[in-house]
C-alpha cells in the first residue's frame, strides 16, 4: 500500500530545500501550525547543509536573527500562527528602517477558518503594514497537482529572497496550513541534493561627478560604511557617529561633538553638508542641518532621510576632488584642542575608551541609551566592527541583536549598554546549548534608570517626584542574581583597573558598573 502524501509536508520541503539552495539560515520558534516547516528545517540541519536556531520567545528570535544576518546569508524566521507573528513585529521594524533582508515565513490558518473566532486565528496578512517589502499569502497547499505545487515552493523561494535581498527589506511569506499538518516525508535534504546553489546577484550602483563646497563637512550616521570608500575619497570633515562605521578614517572629526556643545567659530563657516547613513543620534547635529545650510543626502539602504525638507537624495555615487586641505586641518586643530585627555578614573569616558578596545574581527554593540551618546563624544578612532539598532533607535532586543551577532559571525561580540536596556531584553540571557560556546560580553552601566531622559525639557517642567517615577523610570533588580539564574559569569567592578581586567573574560559575562 502506498503511503498517502501529505500536502503540507511536500510544499514545506520543497521550499526549505530551495531556501537553502540560496544560502539562507534558518530560526524557529516552536509551534504547531508551522510544523512541517520545523521537521524540514531540522531535515536539513541534522544533514550539516544549513544552521538552524531556535528561540522560545519570537521577539528575540527576530532581533537574533537581525544580528546574525551580519554573515551576509539570507536568514529565515519561522513561527506559528497568531501572536507568534505579531512578536515579531519590532525586530521587523528595526529591519524596515535599517535595511536588513529578513525572510519571514508565518504558519497561519486555513483561508476557511479566518473571521470566524478560530483558534490563535488572526489577520497575519499585512500585519506588518509598509515595514515589509511585500507579504504574499499563499493558500493552504492540496492533493490537486503536486508538479504545480512543487514549482510553486521553487518560484515562491526564489522570489521572497529576490524580494528581500534585492531591496535590503524584510519579506513575508505567510502560508496557510491545513491539517494533516506535517510528516517526515518527503525528506528535504533528498530535495535539496537535487537542487544548484545559487547566489543573489549584487547590482552596482552608477556614479556621478557632483559639485561640493570647499566648506563642506560629511555627517555620517549609522552604516555609512557602507559607503565608506566614497566617503574617504571625498577629503572633507567627517562627523561620523559611533555605530556610522567610519570614525577611524584620517578625515574623522572626532572631537565634533565639543565643537557642537561650544558652538565653535567653525560651525558657521559650514555652507554645505553630505549626509550618509541614518545620523538621528544628536539634536545638535539635527540643529546643524536646519540650520540653512544645502544638505545633500546620499541615498543607502538604512532609507529615506529628508531632514531638512529641502534636503536633496544623490542616488549615485559622488566623485569629488577639489577638497580645501585648509579647510579640513581647521577642523582636525579644533578637534584636537576641545577633544579631552584619556580619563584615568571610571567614568563614562573611561567606560567608552576601554570598550573599544577590541582586536579588528571583534565586535562592538551599542544599546540605544545614555551611552552610545557618551560614545559620540569620547569614542576613539580605532577600526572595530560598531553595531547599533539606530533604524529605530529601541532599546528592545540588543542582547538577543548581539547574541544573534556572536552566532552569525563566530566573533567576540562585546554589548555597552544601560540598566533599562538590560532589563528589556533580559529574557534573551536563556542559553541555547546547541548555539555552541560564546564569547559574549554585557557590561551593563547601572545608573538607575533612563538618564538620557533628564536631558529633556520635561525633567525642568515636572516635579522630581513625576520625573522619576514617569521618565527615569529606576527598577529594583538584581543583576548578579538574574546572571546565576541564567548560567552567565557575572562581575560587580567600581574601579578602571577593575573594569579593564574584566574585558578580559571570555565566555559569557556579565559586567555591572554602578554609577550615579
Request: proline residues 4%.
Amino acid at each position: 500500500m502506498t503511503k498517502q502524501i501529505v500536502p503540507a509536508q511536500f510544499f514545506a520541503s520543497h521550499l526549505i530545500a530551495n531556501l537553502a539552495s540560496h544560502g539562507a539560515e534558518f530560526w524557529i520558534a516552536p509551534g504547531a501550525r508551522s510544523q512541517a516547516l520545523a521537521i524540514a528545517v531540522a531535515q536539513l540541519a541534522d544533514a550539516g547543509v544549513t544552521k538552524l536556531r531556535v528561540r522560545v520567545d519570537e521577539r528575540s528570535l527576530g532581533f537574533s536573527a537581525l544580528g546574525a544576518s551580519a554573515n551576509k546569508r539570507p536568514q529565515v524566521l519561522i513561527t506559528t500562527s497568531g501572536t507568534a507573528v505579531a512578536n515579531l513585529h519590532p525586530a521587523v521594524l528595526e529591519a524596515h528602517h535599517s535595511g536588513v533582508p529578513l525572510i519571514l515565513l508565518t504558519a497561519d490558518r486555513p483561508a476557511e477558518l479566518r473571521g470566524k473566532g478560530a483558534n490563535q486565528t488572526t489577520n497575519q496578512v499585512g500585519i506588518f503594514s509598509d515595514a515589509v517589502i511585500a507579504c504574499i499569502d499563499f493558500a493552504a497547499p492540496d492533493d490537486s497537482d503536486y508538479s504545480t505545487l512543487k514549482t510553486s515552493a521553487e518560484n515562491l523561494a526564489t522570489e521572497i529572497i529576490g524580494l528581500a535581498v534585492g531591496n535590503s527589506q524584510p519579506a513575508q511569506l505567510n502560508i496557510q496550513f491545513r491539517e494533516p499538518l506535517s510528516d517526515v516525508e518527503p525528506n528535504a535534504y533528498e530535495i535539496y541534493r537535487e537542487l544548484e546553489q545559487k547566489v543573489f546577484p549584487i547590482v552596482e550602483r552608477d556614479s556621478i561627478s557632483f559639485e561640493l563646497s570647499k566648506r563642506c563637512v560629511v555627517v555620517a550616521g549609522a552604516n555609512s560604511d557602507e559607503q565608506i570608500l566614497e566617503i574617504q575619497s571625498l577629503g572633507l570633515p567627517i562627523f561620523a557617529e559611533p555605530s556610522s562605521g567610519v570614525r577611524h578614517v584620517a578625515n574623522s572629526i572626532t572631537g565634533y561633538r565639543f565643537a557642537l556643545a561650544e558652538k565653535a567659530d567653525l560651525l558657521n563657516k559650514i555652507d554645505q553638508i553630505v549626509v550618509y547613513g541614518k545620523p538621528t543620534l544628536s539634536r545638535p547635529v539635527m540643529a546643524l542641518l536646519r540650520s540653512g545650510v544645502e544638505v545633500i543626502v546620499r541615498s543607502s539602504k538604512m532609507g529615506n532621510f529628508q531632514i531638512p525638507d529641502h534636503a536633496k537624495t544623490i542616488n549615485s555615487q559622488i566623485h569629488f576632488s577639489t577638497a580645501d586641505e585648509g579647510w579640513l586641518s581647521s577642523w582636525q586643530q579644533l578637534s584636537e584642542k576641545l577633544s579631552p585627555q584619556d580619563s584615568t578614573t571610571l567614568d563614562r569616558q573611561a567606560i567608552v575608551e576601554n570598550a573599544w578596545n577590541l582586536e579588528p574581527d571583534d565586535y562592538l554593540v551599542l544599546g540605544a541609551s545614555q551611552m552610545i551618546r557618551e560614545a559620540d563624544f569620547f569614542a576613539p578612532k580605532k577600526a572595530i566592527n560598531v553595531w547599533a539598532n539606530r533604524g529605530l533607535s529601541g532599546i528592545d532586543g540588543t542582547i538577543a541583536t548581539a547574541t544573534g551577532l556572536a552566532i552569525g559571525t563566530g566573533s567576540k561580540v562585546r554589548v555597552l549598554m544601560g540598566d533599562l536596556t538590560f532589563l528589556h531584553d533580559v529574557g534573551s540571557l536563556i542559553i541555547d546549548p546547541a548555539d555552541g560556546e560564546l564569547d559574549l560580553q554585557l557590561i551593563v552601566v547601572n545608573d538607575n534608570g533612563g538618564k538620557i531622559f533628564q536631558y529633556l525639557e520635561v525633567a525642568q517642567s515636572v516635579s522630581k517626584g513625576i520625573f522619576d517615577r514617569v521618565f527615569r523610570t529606576g527598577q529594583d533588580f538584581n543583576i548578579g542574581l538574574l546572571a546565576e539564574a541564567f548560567g552567565w559569569k557575572y562581575l560587580e567592578v567600581s574601579t578602571l583597573a577593575d573594569y579593564q581586567q574584566a574585558l578580559k573574560q571570555t565566555g559569557r559575562v556579565i559586567i555591572e558598573i554602578k554609577l550615579d
